[in-house]
């Protein structure tokens, strides 16, 4: 700058050699406002099959964008989709985000694993499917899917199949206390009553190989086959069983078919999760001694939820149930 009056500088004059500058590069992203939104029906290997605007008339697959880092999308995730959202064979679109989740259905591989999965999201409820006979009905499984449930917010549904070779009566006054709504279905009969209960929403199914929940799913969903197939594409050959997948039903609405369980691990959940679903009991356990499990006597003497019932606040039975399924949380059920 030799011969230049320095007064008259500014910082037009300044020369910067090229090369790495010291301005620190910006952590902004690109709003985006243009996204689609669309729901998660599938996922196989790194790609995502959506459905733009929950429409299953277009799917479109797409891959997780960088930005979004390690966040987990799951089936049923509502996300942001940007890029060739035509649904074209060989076009593939962007997940840019993953909207907050109403309720999430979660396990662990058993009671000691620290590693939950997030199995569905955004259910409205979670079909407990249980064969009445063949194989015989698990009740430790059905207390652990319901403490998944209040504790993911969920709405438990019992759907009793195989009902044309054993009777529901003694199940269902197991679950009587609960008061959770259930279906029966027979094998020679079209399940009417569940496809009005399914209508509209997106439910979860979950149970045990054998208790017939592929039957229903091919009843429910005429075209589950072809259906399953569109949403696994990018994996031709695999087994549908493996992954969940959401399938749309005729009249509107979804069910979410899950892999068959042997157990439903429940490590993620703390006995105050359950209690808080039991609204005559959630003050009481506030009273209760540092770490009460709430199970009464002998493991929990001062326990302060008996006095609900002593008071007239909750039926004996009610308590008995909570507490069945405290004790299914606390891996005391080998009915798994």
Request: charged share 30%.
């Amino acid at each position: 700058m030799a011969g230049k009056d320095w007064r008259r500088l500014d910082e037009s004059d300044v020369r910067i050699r090229p090369g790495k500058g010291t301005r620190p590069r910006s952590k902004r992203r690109p709003e985006h406002a243009d996204a689609s939104t669309a729901m998660v029906i599938g996922k196989d290997r790194g790609r995502w099959t959506c459905a733009i605007d929950s429409d299953p008339d277009r799917v479109v697959t797409a891959m997780r964008a960088r930005e979004l880092g390690r966040v987990p999308v799951v089936v049923g995730d509502t996300v942001g989709i940007v890029g060739d959202v035509s649904g074209k064979p060989d076009t593939l679109a962007r997940i840019i985000r993953v909207d907050e989740r109403s309720s999430v259905l979660r396990r662990t591989a058993d009671d000691t694993d620290p590693f939950e999965r997030v199995v569905v999201a955004n259910a409205e409820q979670l079909l407990i499917v249980t064969a009445l006979a063949d194989p015989p009905p698990r009740t430790g499984f059905i207390d652990r899917c319901l403490v998944a449930c209040y504790a993911g917010g969920l709405e438990p549904v019992l759907c009793l199949t195989k009902a044309d070779l054993a009777s529901p009566d003694e199940l269902l006054a197991g679950y009587a206390g609960l008061d959770i709504p259930a279906v029966v279905t027979r094998h020679d009969e079209h399940p009417e009553e569940l496809t009005g209960r399914l209508k509209g929403r997106l439910t979860a199914l979950v149970g045990h190989s054998g208790v017939g929940k592929s039957t229903l799913v091919n009843r429910l969903v005429p075209d589950a086959g072809l259906a399953t197939g569109v949403v696994s594409a990018v994996g031709k050959g695999r087994h549908t069983s493996v992954a969940a997948v959401a399938l749309p039903l005729p009249g509107g609405g979804w069910v979410v078919d899950t892999p068959g369980v042997r157990s439903f691990g429940l490590a993620h959940v703390t006995a105050d999760d359950i209690v808080l679903a039991f609204e005559e009991f959630a003050a009481a356990a506030e009273e209760c001694p540092s770490g009460c499990g709430h199970l009464g006597p002998p493991s929990d003497p001062d326990c302060a939820l008996d006095d609900v019932v002593t008071d007239g606040d909750a039926s004996h039975e009610r308590l008995e149930s909570l507490r069945r399924l405290l004790g299914s949380r606390a891996g005391h059920d080998d009915d798994r």
